[in-house]
């Protein structure tokens, strides 16, 4: 069963920085893609960043702002945030699929998720 722990959330001040972490319980996990996604309240599930193979892809809203990489050794994607925004408040969320480099934006192209982490960004 493929299971999925982000980690790294927090409260920050505006123009600061946090590193999220998303590791999985995965066989082979440099097959997987691995998706970051955030939901604010009462706003649908949004994209922010998308990792495949060593490929990365990113919401125009964070481009320039965010960087995703992976350590499949550690079986770990990072999601390194930079120059936060009050905007960007929200809890996120990684999510994997077996390598696939269609659709990566859509989240219901994934099938497996963690739980959430809160990014709370303070102006």
């Known amino acids: 069963q493929v299971q999925a722990v982000e980690s790294g959330g927090g409260l920050v001040e505006a123009g600061g920085s946090l590193r999220l972490s998303c590791t999985a319980s995965?066989?082979?996990?440099?097959?997987?893609?691995v998706g970051w996604f955030r939901q604010a309240p009462g706003k649908e599930r949004e994209f922010v960043a998308a990792?495949?193979?060593?490929?990365?892809y990113y919401a125009d809203s964070v481009k320039g702002r965010f960087t995703i990489s992976r350590d499949n050794v550690k079986k770990t994607v990072y999601l390194q945030m930079n120059s936060l925004k009050p905007e960007d408040t929200a809890v996120y969320y990684c999510?994997?699929?077996?390598?696939?480099?269609?659709?990566?934006?859509?989240?219901?192209?994934?099938?497996?998720w963690g739980q959430g982490t809160q990014v709370t960004v303070s102006s």
């Open positions: 995965v066989g082979i996990f440099s097959r997987y893609s």
């Open positions: 999510a994997l699929r077996y390598y696939s480099t269609t659709t990566y934006y859509d989240p219901d192209e994934y099938p497996h």
């Open positions: 990792i495949i193979w060593n490929s990365a």
